[in-house]
């Protein structure tokens, strides 16, 4: 049974970086791609950037470019989002997906239990 | 970049009724790319429908997706209790890559 564990809930200053991991089982974790969605308080969606493990290859959303990196350790089958900078906008829950590739590659089929980030001076 | 515009924003209906859910693009999308998920309070989003019309493992029948090029819907035959939630749909890009989520439809018990 595929499960994504992420880490747990983070406060952090106002200008700090914060990292979250995602550690994947139940599955071939070089076969998938693994993306970071966030969620602030009351809102919806919104997809930051994901990474193609087998390849090391990250795509950023436009709005996060520079601000945000994602890494992957094949070795532990963990995906890891740092974003820095933080501000107060940010506070919101972090959820890994797996999304595929090729025919699969446009949806999320698991996600993480998410990882709540709290940007508070 | 394309938007998706879900409506309504909320949907009030009792146990046992039909909710027909819409979710419009504001450029054509590949039927290929739609998705739709569930999100129940303080759970991670789930998938329901991909390909806009393909039920995922172990979504029971009540659920369907149809529409195409920019209008998508996503249709719950009969409501059971467990079914009210909030709902996103998803479209993704190639070019570059990228994933976007409507803006959410919260179905609530009448």
């Known amino acids: 049974q595929v499960q994504l564990v992420q880490s747990g809930a983070e406060v952090k200053k106002p200008g700090s970086s914060v990292k979250v991991s995602c550690k994947a089982s139940?599955?071939?974790?070089?076969?998938?791609?693994i993306s970071w969605v966030r969620q602030a308080p009351g809102q919806g969606l919104e997809w930051m950037g994901r990474i193609i493990p087998i390849l090391g290859i990250a795509n950023y959303a436009q709005k996060f470019q520079g601000r945000v990196t994602i890494t992957a350790d094949k070795s532990t089958s963990t995906a890891y989002m740092e974003l820095s900078s933080l501000r107060s906008e940010d506070t919101a829950v972090y959820y890994c997906?797996?999304?595929?590739?090729?025919?699969?590659?446009?949806?999320?089929?698991?996600w993480g239990q998410g990882t709540l980030v709290t940007v508070s001076s | 970049e394309i938007v998706l515009t879900q409506s309504p924003g909320t949907l009030s209906l009792s146990p046992g009724e039909r909710a027909t859910l819409s979710c419009r693009a504001s450029q054509s999308v590949s039927s290929s790319y739609l998705a739709w998920y569930q999100q129940k309070p303080g759970q991670a989003p789930r998938l329901l429908i991909y390909?806009?019309?393909s039920r995922a493992t172990g979504i029971p029948d009540r659920f369907s997706g149809s529409g195409s090029g920019t209008d998508f819907t996503l249709t719950i035959s009969r409501l059971e209790p467990e079914d009210f939630a909030v709902y996103y749909c998803?479209?993704?890009?190639?070019?570059?890559?990228?994933?976007?989520f409507g803006q959410g439809t919260k179905v609530e018990i009448k």
């Open positions: 998803q479209q993704y890009g190639s070019s570059p890559p990228t994933w976007t």
């Open positions: 997906a797996r999304g595929g590739v090729g025919a699969t590659v446009s949806y999320f089929d698991y």
């Open positions: 390909g806009a019309s």
């Open positions: 139940g599955g071939t974790f070089s076969s998938y791609t």
